[in-house]
């Protein structure tokens, strides 16, 4: 039961892309394609951006993306917005019934 | 619209007990897990349990076996977090997610629970 790994802060300039990586091990990211993602703002409950790896809820921008390569999932945020500035954490299924997440990545927008 | 509105968190001394409900509304309760998750101040989400869609199966953190109990009531759409023998480290803001296929959507509102002396 131990964290995902996610590098502590990103930042990019308005309009540029950023990349977030989420990395695990074969029990957990490698594993199984049930690698979500979240955004939250300060004060605010989570909100899901991404599941199963690449796909979108509805009425999340098309400007979120995920996916995933062995061990590691990531999140790209392309054309980045004022908005965006928030903490983004990546969660998986851990076999067993069990969930993790990640330790969560401050992103900023310059 | 799917929704889940919590209740009870507060203040309360190492080693006593508190109770977290989370009422869901919008969907057909009966027919999902649901989940616990916490986040300690200044700290990331953690997973705390997953709950079967009838309460017959529970899953839980290492750090809580034993001392947290989730728990359901599908009549009442209601989900449950009894939580005895609370530590300081237990301090934390306590949210219930909607859990399908492993993604956690939506999420309540949040509860703070602070375990001080």
């Known amino acids: 039961q131990s964290a995902l790994t996610q590098p502590p802060s990103a930042s990019g300039s308005p309009g540029q892309s950023v990349a977030i990586s989420c990395t695990g091990t074969?029990?957990?990211?490698?594993?199984?394609?049930?690698v979500s993602w979240y955004q939250q703002h300060p004060d605010k409950a989570p909100k899901l951006i991404i599941f199963?790896?690449?796909k979108r809820p509805s009425g999340v921008p098309d400007r979120f993306s995920g996916s995933k390569s062995g061990n590691t999932a990531s999140l790209t945020v392309s054309g980045l917005q004022a908005e965006d500035e928030a903490d983004y954490y990546c969660?998986?299924?851990?076999?067993?019934?069990?969930?993790?997440f990640g330790g969560g990545t401050k992103l900023t927008v310059l | 619209e799917v929704q889940l509105v919590q209740s009870g968190g507060g203040l309360v001394q190492p080693g006593g007990s508190l109770r977290l409900s989370c009422a869901a509304s919008?969907?057909?309760?009966?027919?999902?897990?649901m989940t616990w998750a916490r986040q300690a101040p200044g700290k990331g989400l953690e997973w705390v349990a997953n709950i079967n869609v009838d309460g017959s199966e529970k899953y839980y953190v290492d750090s809580v076996k034993g001392r947290f109990t989730i728990s359901r009531d599908n009549a009442k759409k209601s989900l449950h977090l009894q939580m005895d023998s609370l530590r300081v480290e237990d301090t934390a803001v306590y949210y219930c997610?909607?859990?399908?296929?492993?993604?956690?959507?939506?999420w309540g509102q949040g509860a703070r629970v602070t375990v001080s002396s």
């Open positions: 074969s029990s957990d990211v490698g594993g199984y394609n049930s």
């Open positions: 997610a909607l859990n399908n296929a492993w993604r956690f959507d939506p």
């Open positions: 919008g969907f057909t309760f009966s027919g999902y897990w």
């Open positions: 199963e790896v690449n």
């Open positions: 969660s998986s299924y851990a076999g067993r019934y069990n969930s993790v």
